[in-house]
């Protein structure tokens, strides 16, 4: 069985740094790509960052270019979401899913929340 | 800035038929945006429905159908059910990036 869990969500003053994990099980983790999608309160979905399976492609949003490095260990079947310089419209639900070829997002976590408030 | 366009909400009734439709700023919609489809429920994950246009997964029930009409992108439910009552999302490939529409949200009455 896929699974997803997200967690290192919380509440962070703006201008601070959060770094969110994402523990994989259930599938061969190094064979994909996987992405972070988010939803802010009340919403709808913004894909946010991709990586490729082995990490040498990484592809952003604009609006998080510069501030988010997405990296992933598949030693340990981990997927993370470094966010640095947060401000108050990155607050949201941030879901990691998994990602093939044409047929993105098929698994996703429960999600983790960011909240950026002082 | 690329905007997909979806119908802010619909309304259908029980046993119904309902298109929803995904549109482009940049443009026809066409095989080479992999059009998928997502379901979300209130207070629930996301959830895959359709991809590259008209594939399902093995847990999309039937009744759901992709396809490309009109330039745009299009999810079919037919024979609607009370649960199909959710937010539905598409989503488009603008490589390398992708970019979901603004969701509609799909009542059963």
């Known amino acids: 069985e896929v699974q997803l869990v997200e967690s290192g969500g919380g509440l962070v003053q703006p201008g601070g740094s959060l770094r969110l994990s994402c523990a994989a099980s259930?599938?061969?983790?190094?064979?994909?790509?996987m992405s972070w999608v988010r939803q802010a309160p009340g919403k709808g979905l913004e894909w946010v960052a991709n990586?490729?399976?082995?990490?040498?492609?990484?592809y952003y949003v604009d609006s998080v270019k510069g501030r988010f490095t997405i990296s992933r260990d598949n030693a340990k079947n981990s997927l993370f979401l470094q966010m640095n310089s947060l401000r108050a419209e990155d607050t949201a639900v941030y879901y990691c899913?998994?990602?093939?070829?044409?047929?993105?997002?098929?698994?996703w976590g429960q999600g983790t929340l960011v909240t950026v408030s002082s | 800035q690329t905007v997909v366009t979806q119908e802010p909400s619909l309304t259908v009734s029980p046993g119904g038929t309902v298109t929803l439709t995904c549109a482009s700023s940049t443009g026809a919609v066409t095989s080479g945006y992999y059009p998928n489809w997502f379901q979300q429920k209130p207070g629930q994950t996301p959830r895959a429905l359709i991809y590259?246009?008209?594939n399902k997964h093995s847990w999309t029930p039937a009744r759901f159908s992709g396809s490309l009409f009109g330039g745009k992108a299009a999810l079919t439910l037919s024979g609607v059910q009370p649960e199909d009552e959710a937010d539905y999302y598409c989503l488009l490939y603008y490589g390398p990036n992708w970019v979901f529409g603004g969701g509609t949200k799909l009542t059963v009455l």
């Open positions: 259930g599938f061969t983790f190094s064979t994909y790509w």
């Open positions: 590259s246009t008209s």
């Open positions: 990586i490729k399976e082995d990490g040498s492609e990484k």
């Open positions: 899913a998994r990602d093939r070829f044409g047929s993105p997002h098929d698994y």
